[in-house]
């Protein structure tokens, strides 16, 4: 049996890790041995509490990058923010995953948002594989997409941060005397690319047909269950952050619409005044059960949370999306492209809430382009689906 080594580098939330854990878990049962490494260890501490491996720091970039545009245009220029600017800068970072790949002697890499853990796993000539959602597994064999499409960037921006981001990549495996990279998409995909995805939830839209879509990867949300406000109204559940600067406003509209809201929102959970009171408004002092809050509900608002998001539409429940970076807001207008939602940063400023409210829950097609979308995937089972993933890595190391 091999040694497999899982490595979470860049991006934050729970949901590294959770992915990470299911894999861990069926690849553990084939007999393999796993150890992990990741960017936080101490966020991640409750789910992988009962994860009985090896866990332990990755090499993450601690510094703050200058001449980086404020809002990043290609995953090149996001990149740039984590070390990839000058190969001065690249190699301390290197030299860490290197130290730790020859301390564990690993078979395989296999990264979740880790670029530097697959360059260095290239300079040893040990091979790597990814897993992830589409946002940081773009397609393969072609440059790097624009992250802000809708917006007029010029060609030579992108052309120019990729042409960046291989000369910094390929100056370290020059130096190893390893292969250099063609794409800027090969440092985030590794030797075999496993996405974790659905065309519908797709951040780049591709129309590739020899993708293999293997469908979410998420821990499934445990928490209380749910308690809703007394009354007549349609059942609202909401996972909000006060970071949103909507998310009163929004809340304000649902009780005005006479929906009984039940939110979470981790600042009131942890002390903060609430935003809204109304009897038709229950903040829960706790994360919330999902799976029995959408049995109920007639709408989900949150901001586009892989987790929140999809476990919401395989129940058939139509979503109002307040996406709070590029991540989000490009699965969220994957999600109103498919008519099972509502992406409210494509709407006009000022916004009627009320109004958007009323049509989410008035007009039919939302609710039935969501159970369409759950009765496509009807009987999607994430052990099926992480069994398929511990097969292809089988397969590449056979």
Known sequence: M???HLCWELGGGLGHAGRLKMLALALR????????????????????????????QAPVWLHQAMGVPPAQASLAEILFLCGYLDPGALRGMVRGWRALFQQLQPDLVVADYAPTAIL???????????????????PAGRALPPLRDWEALPAARLHNAEARLLQTANAILAEHRAPPLRWGADLLLGDQQLLCTWPELDHYARQDAGARWLGPSFLPQTGEAPQWPPGEGPKVFAYLKSAHPDHEAVLTALVA?????????????AGRPPP????????????????????????????????TLVQALLAGVPVLLLPMQAEQFLMSRQVER????????????????????????????WR??????????????????????????EAQLA
């Open 368 to 393: 039935q382009a969501a159970q369409a979308f759950a009765q496509r995937y009807r009987g999607f089972d994430q052990r099926q689906m992480a069994l398929q993933l511990v097969e292809a890595l």
């Open 2 to 4: 091999a040694h497999i």
């Open 276 to 307: 809204v009171s109304s009897p038709l408004l229950r903040y829960a002092r706790a994360p919330v059960s999902l799976q029995e809050a959408y049995r109920e509900a007639a709408l989900c608002v949150c901001h586009g949370g892989e987790a």
């Open 338 to 365: 498919h008519g099972a939602g509502l992406n409210a940063a494509l709407l006009a400023r000022p916004t009627d809430w009320r109004r958007q409210v009323r049509r989410l829950l008035d007009e039919a097609g």
């Open 29 to 56: 049962e084939r007999g393999h041995r796993v150890s992990m490494s990741l960017r936080d260890l101490v966020q991640t501490d409750r789910v992988l509490a009962d994860l009985d491996v090896p866990v332990l």
């Open 120 to 138: 260095a796993a290239r300079c040893v000539g040990m091979p790597s594989a990814s897993v992830g959602i589409g946002f940081y597994s773009p």
């Open 257 to 269: 619409e006479g929906c009984r809201v039940l939110c979470y929102l981790p600042e009131i959970a």
